[in-house]
C-alpha cells in the first residue's frame, strides 16, 4: 500500500495555530513583582542635604561681633597686630568640604576671651538615611552630652520664689538636670572642648532663662550651655557654648572668659546674650 506524503507545513501550520490559543489566554495578567536583585526592586537613595559647600570660618565672624566678644582687640595700638588678632587662626582639620573651624585668643586689662566657631557639614553614606537625618541623630547626642537640666516647672518656681536648682554658680554643686541615656557621638570628628565636665552655671537665684537649656527660632535646632569653673586660685573662667543645625550642618559656638584678677565671676546673661546673637548672624549667612 502506498504511504501518504508527509507535508511539514501543516506541522508549522498546527503547532503556530496552538501556540496562539495558549499565548492570548494569559494577555490580562498583572506582571508579577520584581524579585529582589532585580532592577526594578532598588530603592531610591535619600535626598541630599541642602548644604554642600561650608563657609570660610575665619571670615564669618564680622570685626563688628569680634569687637563685642572680644573686648580687647580694640585696645591693640598696633594696627598691624590687630590685623592679625581679627584674622583668627584657623583649626587643623583633614576635609575643609567636610569641617571648617576658627579660633581666637585676645587679652584685655579686665580679662582674656577666647572665642571658636565649628562648622560640620554631614554626610550620610547610607542610601536609607538622608543627611539631614544623619545631622539630626549627631546633633541630639551633642545635645544629650550636654545633659540639659530639665526646664523649671513655672508653677514650682511661683510657689517657692525662685526656679529650681540645678548646680551652684561657684562651681562647688553638682548639676540635678539629665538628658538621659546619650547615643554615642559621631567619630568623624572631635567636638570642640565645652568646659571639661563642670556644672552647669546657675543656683536657686538664676532666672530660668539662664540656665542652659534648648534654644528656639536658631537654626533647626539649638542648644545653650553655661559652664563655670575655676581656672585658678583666685580667678573663675566661664564658658557659654551655642550649638545649633541647619539642615545638614552643625555649628558650635564657643565663648569662654577669664578675669584677669580676682572679680568675680563674669557676667553669665552678658555672655549668653553674646554667644547667641553670633549664633543667630551665622544661621543668617546661610539663609540669605
Not at 116 to 133: G, H, P
Request: charged share 20%; net charge negative; aromatic share 4%.
Amino acid at each position: 500500500m502506498q504511504r501518504k506524503a508527509y507535508v511539514p507545513g501543516t506541522a508549522v501550520l498546527l503547532a503556530a495555530l496552538l501556540a496562539g490559543c495558549t499565548g492570548g489566554s494569559g494577555s490580562g495578567d498583572t506582571t508579577a513583582d520584581p524579585k529582589p536583585g532585580d532592577v526594578g526592586a532598588t530603592t531610591p537613595a535619600a535626598q541630599p542635604g541642602k548644604y554642600r559647600t561650608l563657609p570660610e570660618a575665619c571670615a564669618a565672624v564680622s570685626h563688628d561681633s569680634l569687637d563685642s566678644l572680644l573686648p580687647g582687640i580694640r585696645q591693640i595700638t598696633d594696627q598691624e597686630q590687630r590685623d592679625t588678632a581679627y584674622e583668627g587662626e584657623a583649626t587643623l582639620t583633614y576635609d575643609t568640604d567636610r569641617r571648617v573651624g576658627c579660633g581666637w585668643k585676645v587679652e584685655s586689662t579686665d580679662a582674656t576671651d577666647h572665642l571658636l566657631v565649628d562648622f560640620e557639614r554631614v554626610v550620610s553614606y547610607d542610601n536609607a538615611i538622608s543627611d539631614d537625618a544623619r545631622a539630626q541623630n549627631i546633633y541630639a547626642a551633642k545635645e544629650a552630652a550636654a545633659d540639659l537640666p530639665a526646664p523649671a516647672d513655672p508653677a514650682t518656681a511661683s510657689a517657692t520664689g525662685s526656679p529650681s536648682a540645678t548646680g551652684s554658680d561657684s562651681g562647688s554643686g553638682s548639676p540635678t538636670g539629665s538628658g538621659g541615656g546619650a547615643p554615642t557621638p559621631s567619630s568623624s570628628a572631635s567636638t570642640p572642648v565645652t568646659g571639661g565636665g563642670a556644672p552647669s552655671a546657675g543656683t536657686s537665684g538664676t532666672p530660668a532663662d539662664l540656665q542652659p537649656r534648648r534654644l528656639d527660632s536658631v537654626g533647626d535646632e539649638a542648644f545653650l550651655d553655661d559652664k563655670l569653673n575655676s581656672a585658678s586660685s583666685t580667678t573663675q573662667q566661664r564658658t557659654v557654648t551655642v550649638v545649633f543645625r541647619t539642615s545638614n550642618v552643625i555649628v558650635t559656638v564657643e565663648y569662654a572668659e577669664q578675669p584677669t584678677a580676682s572679680a568675680g565671676a563674669p557676667d553669665s546673661k552678658e555672655m549668653q546674650d553674646k554667644a547667641r546673637n553670633l549664633a543667630q548672624k551665622l544661621v543668617d549667612r546661610f539663609t540669605d
